[in-house]
């Protein structure tokens, strides 16, 4: 009913910026709150940064100051542009939306497949 899908991930040197694209589409009748997650190479998905309906936004304590998220609401659009990259941020990207199909369907949470960013020399 709803899909997500991902973009704009790649390999890019430290100190380099990449800017990753979320885009959201289907039974859409409320888009709530959009969420970027990673997972590194043999590690747990963990939360990077959320950003909900009114604009207020959140990060995980290591990328602060250097990922800014923010949402096109007119495109079901989420974007996460990430700067000063490191090696540390090397991982699988997903994006994940919380989603209202209706009045009476809410909050239905869906994960798009995920994009590869590599930090390396």
């Known amino acids: 009913q709803v899909q997500v899908a991902e973009s704009g991930g790649g390999l890019v040197q430290p100190g380099g910026s990449l800017r990753l694209s979320c885009a959201a589409s289907?039974?859409?009748?409320?888009?709530?709150?959009m969420h970027w997650y990673r997972q590194p190479p043999g590690k747990q998905r963990e939360l990077v940064a959320s950003?909900?309906?009114?604009?207020?936004?959140h990060y995980t304590q290591s990328v602060k100051g250097r990922f800014t998220i923010s949402r096109d609401n007119a495109k079901n659009m989420v974007y996460l542009q990430m700067n000063s990259l490191r090696p540390d941020d090397t991982a699988v990207y997903y994006c994940?939306?919380?989603?209202?199909?209706?009045?009476?369907?809410?909050?239905?949470?869906?994960w798009g497949q995920g994009t590869q960013v590599t930090v390396s020399s």
């Open positions: 950003i909900i309906s009114g604009g207020i936004t």
């Open positions: 994940s939306v919380d989603v209202d199909i209706s009045d009476w369907n809410t909050r239905n949470i869906y």
């Open positions: 289907g039974s859409i009748f409320r888009l709530n709150a």
